[in-house]
């Protein structure tokens, strides 16, 4: 009977209201934790319980002229270490403004 059930029920307190299978609310918070915590388990093992023999070693050369990056690759590029920081960080300003407008906007009124 999934995608009909109440969208809140409000008898419910605490985890139960939070997380259960009788309401869309329920079930939607139930499924975000759940990708998180996949999410969660993928880092820690890609990173902290890796093989600790290979070496990841970054694209580019150290010995890059930065004067002669022009435009916007002179502040967004592959070849030194400020790019790359410039890059992650523009990459997370978009998803977190990315996950802002999706839980500050309203919602439709069907």
Known sequence: MAGHGV??????????RLFNSQTNRGRANTSKVTLGLM??????????????????KMAGDSSVDESQLKGLSKYF?????????????????????MILYF????????
């Open 7 to 16: 969208e809140d029920d409000p008898k419910l307190k605490g985890f139960t």
């Open 39 to 56: 999410g969660a388990c993928i880092v820690y093992f890609a990173f902290f319980k890796g093989s600790k023999k290979k070496k990841c």
């Open 77 to 97: 590029n592959s070849q030194t270490n400020k790019g790359r920081a410039n890059t992650a960080k523009a990459t997370y300003a978009v998803m977190g403004a």
């Open 103 to 110: 839980t500050l906007k309203p919602k439709s009124k069907k």
